[in-house]
Structure formats: structure tokens, C-alpha cells
């Protein structure tokens, strides 16, 4: 508490103030006391001279040891003190309150010998006699200028003391308002000095701890006032910019945890200081805390750590293309941070599995589509070659041969018809006539259309439907050919002797279609992108087809507000379910 501004201003004040009330009580008490003292000297000495005077015929008629007692007791009734009269060689003659046998010679007494020295003496002892401090006063009595008798007049000091202590009572309870008076108000005027300094410390406080809510001090014209405002200047603009500090780090914090790419920011040693949670889910990051740890134990792939490195070395942005995991294909550019970080490296990764997917997907198209293109114009250039070598000379060959082109034509026709209808589809481009449909409809010409290709290909195909499905709203050459291609692909990916089947149920607001086969199936993983257009499982190119029968029908499926999907397991076959909303 005495640490504060408010009790150093304070205290030195009340402490002088104290010293000197005290040095001014003792000074009056003792000028006081000596006043008295001086006064009752005087009055004895005045009251001994004119008991000498009176008892001087007295002595002079009196013997060599006369009896003055009587005297003595008289003067001490009139002047109320102790009175007595000794003689030159000390011998007491007369005493007015003491039995004057019991005293012995008072020849040592001080007052007696400075009286016998200098005609008067006075003392201030103890009396053993009274057992009370008194204060004597002795005169000589002279005859011919030579002392005939001493008288001695006394006063116990009692009624000394008791004004004398009445008095520092008084001046003891002055200083003590006083002090109390002054204490109060050093008190309440330095803490008006102080109160800015305080509001001034709070707010300070309330700032070192990121308080935001700052109250403005109020303003006064003096120092502490001017430091005050300087101060207030000062936290506002200081809360502003932390503010402005906040949002900034909260901008950067959102989109380091929104981005997708990953970010990692390693510090000269290798040491990761920063990972965003993209980064953490690229490279599948399970430390608790990957703060602080070796990148390598961090990203457990060499080509990071390598191209950190290089980087570190040449102080050069450099780039890495690298897989992850279970076909992730990424790409890290490695930045050196210097020299706002100086010695950290900034580590940015992009996954561009789906860019080099499409990229691998338009190269399998365009050689799928070159190879399903030539065979039939190989054909039909064999078979052009064969007419010009002759065979138009033969009527019933040349016949044949024109029955194959056709057929090669129309082969080249369709996957024409394909690619157009697939480009037309995803513009947006094929309008729907959507009319309510019975779904026996939609499944039955499909499935009348595959027939003889499943017998050829020795399948069973069946259908379960039964009457009374309801009618759905589809347009129905649409939705067959979503059949017919689900079920060309069933033909085509179940081995001879096995079964496809087509069912259809109602589900709830809409129908399910359902295209079972007993076929080859499909890998879990290839599973969710069959429906991508031109994905095949099988790259070999082994099974004809372009891959985009799934992607055709995943968009008429779309367009009537459908979905489409597939389970699979293989070797046991595959199930297509699609849905249209009833009418
Ligand atoms: P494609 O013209 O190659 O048949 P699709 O888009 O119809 O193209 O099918 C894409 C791929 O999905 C096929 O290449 C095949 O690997 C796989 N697939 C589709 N249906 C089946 C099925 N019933 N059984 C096994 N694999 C299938």
C-alpha cells in the first residue's frame, strides 16, 4: 500500500507535520514547566525573605538553641508551604510539618550551602521526608552582616506536574486531530493528483491483456493530463491496428484452412512450422503435432524433402511432380520466404489427379476413337479394293460385299451418332418430350432390341415388372436408350451362360429400374467414376466401346431428374439402378 504515488506524496508530508507537533509539545511543555518553576522560586524566596524579617527579633531574643516551631507552623498556615528555619551551622530550629527531633543537620543540603555561599539557594530533590518531589527555597537571615539563621520555604512540585500534564494532554490530542486532519487530506489531494495516473495504469493494463474496450481517460490541463492524452492517442490507434492485425491473421487463417492446395512452411533446419488442413489430408498426416517435427516424418515422401532442399541450396523457386497415396498425382512448388522469413521455405502443393485424369482420359478417347474408327475403315477399304479388283464382275459377291459395307457404315455411323449425341446432351442442347409413360414401355422395346445379341452371346435375359407399376414421367425413347446401353454393357461384360436381368419396382414418388448381370463386375475403386465419360476399366482397348454409353446415360437419367448409380462386386457381377419420378 505505502508503495503507491499517493502514500509517497502523503507520507514525508504527515511525517513533518508529526515531527513538528511533537518538537513544538515538548518545547511548550517544557517552556511551561520552567515558567512555573521560575514562579514558585520566586514566590518562596519572596515568602523565606519576609519570614526572616519577621522572626528576625525573635532570633535575636531567642538563646543558642531556641524553639521556633511555633512560627514556623504559623507561617505555613498563612502561606500554605512548608516552613523551616535552620541555623548557620545547620541545626533545624523550627519546622512547621515534620517532628523537628526526627531531622538531623541540614548543613549538606544544596539550597543551605548555596543560601550560606550567595544569600539565597533553591533546589528541586526528592524529599525523603514526604516521600514527594518539592522545590526548596532558602534565605539567609542576616545580623551585621554575618548569617544569624537560614529560612527555608517549600512547595511539593504535585500541582507542577499535574498542569504541566494536562497540558501535553491537550497539546498531545491537537497534534493527534491535527495529524489525523492532515493524513485526510494529504490522502484525498494526492490521490486527486494521482487518480489520471491510476485510470492511466488501468488502461494500460487493460491493453498489455488485449482488452479491446479501452476507456478514453478524461483529459486535465497538467502533466499527467498531457501523458493521458498522448496515451489515449496511443491506444486507439494501437487497438486499430491490432484490430486491423486480427482481421488480417483471421483472412489468412481461413484461407490457409479453406484453401485446397496444401501449405507448409518449413524454417531453415527442416522444421515444420506451419501445415494447412489440405496438406494434412494429401499426405494422410496423423502426428498429433506436426508443428516442429522434420518434414520427411512430416510428409513421409522423399521428393518434398528433396525439393526443399534444392531450394534451400539455390535459393530458386523449384517445382516436383510426385504421386501419393492411392493414385494422387501432385504437384509441389517449393518458394524460399527470404527475407521476410529468412531461411523458410514456403511449400505449396496442387493436386492434379482430376487435371491428369482428364488429360489421360482424352488420350485414351482419341486413341480409342482412332482404333474403333479403323477397323471398319480398314474393312471397307479391303472391300472397295476387292469390287475394283473384280469382284464388281460378280454380281452375287459384289452383292455381299456391299451388304458388309453397309454394315461397316453403320457401325461408323453410330459411334458418330454417339459422340454427337454425348456432345449434344452435355450442351444442353436435346430437348426432352416428357409425356407420362407405363415403365413396361421404356423396358420392353430396350430389352426386345438386346434380345437376339444376349441369345447370340448365350445369356439368359429376363425381365421382372409387373401390370401395375405406375405411369412415370419420361420421354420414352430417352430412357430406352439409357436401357439399351446398360444393357449392352451387361451383354457385353457377362461371360457366355450367364443371366441378366431387368427389374422394376415403384419407390415411393418414383421407379426404379434395375440391370443385373452375373458379369466380370467391377473394382471398387473404378466403381465411382465408370460414369465419367470415356473412363473404361479395361485400357487394353481389349472390349470394344468408346466409354461414353454410362456418361450418355448418367445425363438423360439427369435431365429427368433422376439418379443413377452402380454396386458391383467382382467377379459376381454388377447392378445398375437408375430412377425416374413418376407422372
Ligand atoms: P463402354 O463403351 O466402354 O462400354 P460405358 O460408359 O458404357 O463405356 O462403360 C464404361 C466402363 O464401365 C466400361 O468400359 C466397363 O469397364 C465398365 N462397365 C460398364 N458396365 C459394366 C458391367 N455391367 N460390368 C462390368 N463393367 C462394366
Not at 155 to 163: D, G, K, T
Not at 260 to 282: C, F, H, S, Y
Amino acid at each position: 500500500m505505502f508503495h503507491s504515488i499517493r502514500w509517497r506524496i502523503a507520507l514525508p508530508y504527515v511525517t513533518l507535520l508529526l515531527v513538528t507537533m511533537l518538537a513544538l509539545g515538548v518545547y511548550i511543555s517544557n517552556f511551561v514547566r520552567q515558567s512555573y518553576l521560575n514562579d514558585m522560586e520566586s514566590k518562596l524566596a519572596s515568602e523565606a525573605r519576609m519570614i526572616g524579617d519577621v522572626i528576625t527579633p525573635d532570633l535575636v531574643s531567642a538563646g543558642a538553641s531556641p524553639n521556633l516551631d511555633p512560627q514556623a507552623k504559623h507561617w505555613d498556615e498563612i502561606l500554605n508551604a512548608r516552613v523551616t528555619i535552620i541555623a548557620p551551622d545547620g541545626t533545624v530550629w523550627g519546622e512547621s510539618e515534620q517532628d523537628r527531633a526526627t531531622m538531623n543537620n541540614h548543613s549538606d543540603r544544596p539550597e543551605v550551602i548555596q543560601a550560606l555561599a550567595t544569600g539565597e539557594g533553591s533546589s528541586i530533590r526528592y524529599s525523603q521526608t514526604l516521600g514527594v518531589n518539592m522545590m526548596y527555597t532558602a534565605i539567609t537571615v542576616l545580623k551585621n552582616n554575618a548569617p544569624m539563621a537560614l529560612v527555608r520555604t517549600a512547595l511539593p512540585l504535585q500541582q507542577v506536574s499535574a498542569n504541566i500534564a494536562s497540558l501535553q494532554r491537550v497539546l498531545i490530542a491537537v497534534t493527534a486531530l491535527v495529524t489525523a486532519i492532515a493524513i485526510l487530506l494529504a490522502v484525498i489531494i494526492a490521490g486527486r493528483i494521482t487518480r489520471p495516473v491510476r485510470s492511466l495504469t488501468q488502461s494500460a493494463w487493460r491493453l498489455a491483456s488485449s482488452d479491446p474496450v479501452v476507456q478514453p481517460i478524461p483529459p486535465s490541463r497538467d502533466e499527467i493530463g498531457q501523458l493521458a492524452q498522448v496515451f489515449n492517442i496511443m491506444s486507439t490507434r494501437l487497438s486499430g491496428q491490432i484490430d486491423d492485425l486480427e482481421t488480417e491473421r483471421i483472412t489468412l487463417d481461413t484461407v490457409l484452412q479453406k484453401m485446397t492446395d496444401g501449405v507448409l512452411i518449413v524454417d531453415e533446419q527442416g522444421r515444420v512450422q506451419l501445415v494447412n488442413p489440405a496438406a494434412i489430408k494429401m499426405f494422410s498426416i496423423s502426428l498429433p503435432v506436426a508443428i516442429g517435427k522434420p518434414l520427411i516424418e512430416v510428409v513421409r515422401h522423399h521428393q518434398p524433402e528433396e525439393m526443399w532442399q534444392r531450394c534451400r541450396a539455390t535459393g530458386e523457386a523449384q517445382r516436383v511432380d510426385f504421386e501419393v497415396g492411392h493414385r494422387l498425382s501432385l504437384q509441389g512448388i517449393a518458394t524460399s520466404l527470404g527475407p521476410t522469413m529468412s531461411g523458410s521455405t514456403l511449400l505449396l502443393f496442387q493436386d492434379l489427379t482430376n487435371q491428369r485424369q482428364t488429360e489421360a482420359m482424352r488420350r485414351d478417347f482419341i486413341s480409342n476413337v482412332s482404333h474403333e474408327l479403323r477397323t471398319p475403315l480398314a474393312a471397307l477399304k479391303a472391300l472397295t479394293e476387292t469390287l475394283q479388283a473384280g469382284a464388281l464382275e460378280d454380281p452375287p459377291a459384289a452383292h455381299r460385299f456391299l451388304e458388309q459395307m453397309e454394315t461397316e457404315v453403320d457401325s461408323l455411323s453410330l459411334m458418330v451418332n454417339e459422340l454427337l449425341e454425348l456432345s449434344r446432351i452435355e450442351s444442353g442442347r436435346v430437348p426432352l418430350n416428357l409425356a407420362s409413360t407405363p415403365p413396361l414401355d421404356i423396358v420392353t422395346p430396350a430389352v426386345d432390341r438386346l434380345r437376339l445379341q444376349a441369345e447370340r452371346a448365350g445369356l439368359t435375359l429376363s425381365v421382372e415388372c409387373t401390370e401395375d407399376l405406375p405411369l412415370v414421367l419420361a420421354d420414352a425413347t430417352r430412357v430406352q436408350q439409357v436401357v439399351v446401353n446398360l444393357l449392352h454393357n451387361a451383354i457385353k461384360f457377362t461371360p457366355s451362360g450367364g443371366v441378366v436381368t431387368v427389374n422394376v419396382t415403384r419407390q415411393d414418388r418414383e421407379v426404379r429400374f434395375a440391370i443385373s448381370d452375373t458379369g466380370i463386375g467391377i473394382a471398387a475403386e473404378d466403381l465411382p467414376r465408370i460414369f465419367e465419360r470415356f473412363y473404361k476399366v479395361d485400357r487394353s482397348r481389349a472390349t470394344s466401346g468408346t466409354g461414353l454409353g454410362l456418361a450418355i446415360a448418367r445425363h438423360l437419367v439427369d435431365a429427368h431428374g433422376g439418379k443413377i448409380w452402380a454396386e458391383s462386386e467382382v467377379g459376381k457381377g454388377s447392378t445398375f439402378y437408375f430412377t425416374i419420378p413418376l407422372a
